[in-house]
């Protein structure tokens, strides 16, 4: 094969340029799942330690494959239709309980975002009380309910002691058993324990009282407490497992309601 005249320089062609755009964008199309799976399993810790600059590029990547993952056809689970609400505790102006640099409102939102990836690529239709870092205020959340099949929103406990550990799920008593699902899928992951009954709790027992997003009809997960070290390690790590999980729970709530 005879290469063209100055071919070292025919990167400057636009040809070339369009041609290898195309490659990397088809390349990403066909990995894009493969891709956001590396990404996943990366532990946070490390993620932090990417450069800034080339942490934004790595950001958009990020969001690109998971945009092209989601156009991806799903056919296994292109009959899953219904509507849900998936949302995040706290809000942009309410940071929620703090240990360290850490905060929940910070962590929440992480968490509704990959929880809402793996729905909408299912095929899902999901409302959210906001995209990106965005996290609007209880009094939108609640809005969101009305009409949805199931509304979710998360949480992280605190407590006094470090020592406090555990995932629960606060909700009405028709919910106990999507309540129980939900807590299990999240501590299987991690790696915790179920508090209150099997990892429900009955908003009429808790501590907290009557809870506005509860009494809506939403399920409040709390996602193990952020003042517990090893809880909070756990969830840098594994949050994107966790949220998978958390997706196929609803998936198959959302199957049975078909």
Known sequence: MKLIDNWKQSYKLKSVQIGALSAFFYTLILFSEQFLNIWNVIPQELKNKIPENIAE???????????????????????VNQFVTITAGHSNADPGAVNGKYKEADLVVSFRNAVTHYLREAGLQ?????????????????????????AVEFHMNAATSKQANGIETIALPKDKKLAQDLSKAVA?????????DNGWIDQSKSARGRLAYVNAGGLIVELGFISN??????????????????????????????
């Open 57 to 79: 590029w790595v950001g958009m990547l990020v969001g690109v494959a998971m945009v092209l993952a989601r156009l991806k056809k799903q056919p296994e689970l292109h009959d």
């Open 126 to 150: 999901v409302k959210t009380d906001g995209t990106g870092t965005k996290n609007d205020p209880l009094s939108a959340a609640v809005k969101l309910i009305q009409g949805s099949s199931v």
């Open 188 to 196: 299987d992951v991690f790696g915790s324990r179920l508090r209150g």
């Open 229 to 258: 070290d090893a809880e909070l390690a756990a969830f840098n790590s594994k949050y994107w497992s966790a949220a998978k999980a958390v997706a196929q729970v609803i998936i198959e709530h959302e199957k049975a309601l078909k």
